[in-house]
């Protein structure tokens, strides 16, 4: 057995996964002893894994597609937020009880309180997309107080799914009548796959856009997606989605590592070079 903490990323397929490249950069920034590897778990063999992590030696760790879901069903002690996502990305042991939490939320906004402060005053906020990672955004929206979220989605039963669990201030919008409530919005997040490399286009909508409205896009890959280049020409601030992968991993390492990571222009640099060469190569 080690004596050092061992923390892991499973998910299956995990070889793409960037998380061991920001914790293992943060395990050296500080000179800790301990490990963060990655494992591939089919589904069928995910309960015997998570029922095995304590006489492996593991610590916790991060979970990935296609566990999300499985994981917080499994997981007696969740937290708020991963009951709220319906899904967990973070487990430790906590009193040797095995805890799991959905870090999503808590990146979205830290990021967003680096990159756009403000983004806590404004009220009215439109959201693109209804899937897995809209709902840790519209848990995001609550906690930071929002009124009214108009979400737009091609598949409206998927956004008053989303509107029944977070709240009737969620309007399920279509992409059509987007282009006028556009005007109304402080805040437009896209969670959608468009715009990401080898996906559609984000669709021109942007004609009533304000200027003083900030805008988010979670996709990193390109950095600055279409969907952000048309917020900017609006003349809108925005922040691009590489800022809310290095904050949502910061909770899971504090809880394994015992310290509180930074997310800065080191870490930023290094995973943008990862994907660049990927993208190269
Ligand atoms: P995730 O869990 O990453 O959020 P997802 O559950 O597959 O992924 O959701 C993807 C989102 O992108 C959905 O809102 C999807 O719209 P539908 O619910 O109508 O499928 C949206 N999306 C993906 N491709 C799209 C396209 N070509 N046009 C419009 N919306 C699209």
Redesign the pocket.
């Known amino acids: 057995m080690v004596d050092f903490p061992r923390a892991f990323v499973c998910g299956h397929p995990i070889k793409h996964s960037r998380s061991p490249l920001i914790h293992n950069h943060w395990l050296m920034q500080f000179g800790l002893e301990g490990s963060y590897e990655r494992i591939d778990v089919r589904p069928e063999n995910l309960s015997a894994f998570l029922s095995g992590l304590k006489e492996a030696g593991f610590v916790g760790g991060n979970m990935t597609l296609p566990h999300k879901e499985a994981v917080y069903e499994f997981v007696e002690n969740t937290d708020d937020a991963a009951n709220a996502i319906g899904a967990a990305n973070t487990i430790w042991f906590e009193n040797n009880k095995l805890m799991a939490s959905n870090t999503d939320a808590y990146g979205f906004a830290a990021n967003l309180d680096d990159q756009l402060p403000n983004w806590r005053q404004a009220k009215r906020a439109m959201v693109?997309?209804?899937?897995?990672?809209?709902r840790a955004i519209l848990h995001a929206l609550n906690e930071a107080g929002y009124e009214h979220v108009d979400l737009i989605?091609?598949?409206l039963p998927?956004a008053q799914a989303l509107a029944d669990v977070f709240g009737d201030h969620i309007h399920p919008t279509n992409?059509e009548s987007a282009k006028h409530l556009i005007a109304q919005a402080d805040l437009l997040i896209n969670?959608?796959?468009?715009g990401m490399e080898g996906?559609?286009d984000f669709p021109q909508i942007f004609d009533h856009a304000r200027a003083d409205a900030l805008a988010s896009d979670i996709v990193y890959t390109p950095l600055e997606t279409p969907f952000l280049k048309m917020a900017k020409q609006c003349g809108q601030q925005t922040s691009d989605g590489l800022g809310m992968l290095l904050h949502q991993a910061v909770p899971g390492f504090e809880k394994w590592f015992g310290v509180k990571p930074p997310v800065d222009e080191t870490l930023r640099t290094l995973i943008l070079d990862d994907i660049n060469n990927k993208d190269a190569s």
């Open positions: 693109f997309g209804a899937g897995g990672a809209s989605n091609r598949t998927r992409w969670t959608t796959s468009l996906q559609p």
